[in-house]
């Protein structure tokens, strides 16, 4: 489990357990939050969408976070260099990325966001040189989260399923 100290409290993360599912099913079946998961639906498609990663080979890791020991957000942390991004930009070896979404509509537009994207870049760049992040560039709530975040842009990629900001977030030097 990841502890971390943000501006709005203390902040944990810990890998989703399957009874996190229902919680997690919910956030991905609001309509805010499908226009850009894309996996609202019965249990099952946010179960296969989770199971893929905790089953997996540890390239991706699906994370609930809580603020002040409320459920709050889902997260993805993964290696770029085993991912699909790896092809989109010059990656580095160790180039972390995120994935976020803030399930609660209530924990939305009060730049929570930001707060928790800064904290977890800040704990990432202790053992990465990078973070990077691909938010839909319609989705300007998480490209302006990104950036009070500290992350600058590296332009924009045509993903399959979406044109992306690239968001980038480096190591103090």
Known sequence: MTVLTTSAGPFRLRIVRPEDLPLITGWMNDPVVDAFWELAGPPEVTERHVRAQLDGDGRSVPQ???LNGVPM?????????QDRLAGYY???PGDIGLHLLLGPPESRGRGLGGALLSAMAEHLLRTSPRVVAEPDVRNTPSVRAFRRA????????ELPEKRAALMMRERDA
Do not use: K, P, Q, T
């Open 64 to 66: 609930l976070g809580l």
């Open 73 to 81: 957000s889902y997260w993805e942390v993964y290696r770029v260099e």
């Open 90 to 92: 010059r990656a580095d």
């Open 150 to 157: 500290g992350f600058s842009s590296a332009g924009e990629i």
